[in-house]
């Protein structure tokens, strides 16, 4: 008896029809995985550049001016929609600021605007700048855009949406080029 369990024992040791299931079984899941997790990081890193760029590029039209209104502000979304586009642009909140610096390096509002025509921040209402700008007087337009980002292949209903979404932000700093001081006569 002890030799014929011996027998079965070593025939089962042989048999290896049944591996290459197991080890595909096994393998699979973690190579989607895998998958899914560099595409999700490769289109979070896209968005992020489309993000920095459209608050960089809203930042950098707003400073080649020497007077701005609320229409020209009002159209720096469509700007920012442009560059954020074919990926998901809505629900972005994006706030374009004109700054005036002191040689202190301390910053006053000078007027503020947001996406839907409000006023993010009360005018002459003290604002923190960079330290670049330290030193000299300087008109400064800051723009602030955070986009939240939804993963996309996120399975639905394993958690709220908070947990699937992703806000990616840049504030971008340009110092004013044509005047001295970037007036908004009716901001």
Known sequence: MLTRAH?????????????GAIE????TPLLVVAYIGAFEVTLGFTVKSKVERAASSVADLVAQQSEVNKT????????ANSILAPYQNSGYTLKITGIKVDSANQG???????????VPYPANSPVTVPGQFAATEAFVVRTELVV????LLFAEGLGSRALNTIDLSKTAFYRSRQAEII???DC
């Open 24 to 27: 595909f079984a096994i393998v």
């Open 183 to 185: 007036k908004c006569p």
């Open 108 to 118: 006053t509002v000078i007027w503020s605007r947001d996406q839907n025509g409000g």
């Open 148 to 151: 939240p980002h939804e993963l």
């Open 7 to 19: 027998r079965a024992i070593a025939l089962l040791a042989k048999d290896r029809s049944g591996f």
């Open 72 to 79: 020209y502000l009002g159209n720096m979304s469509n700007v």
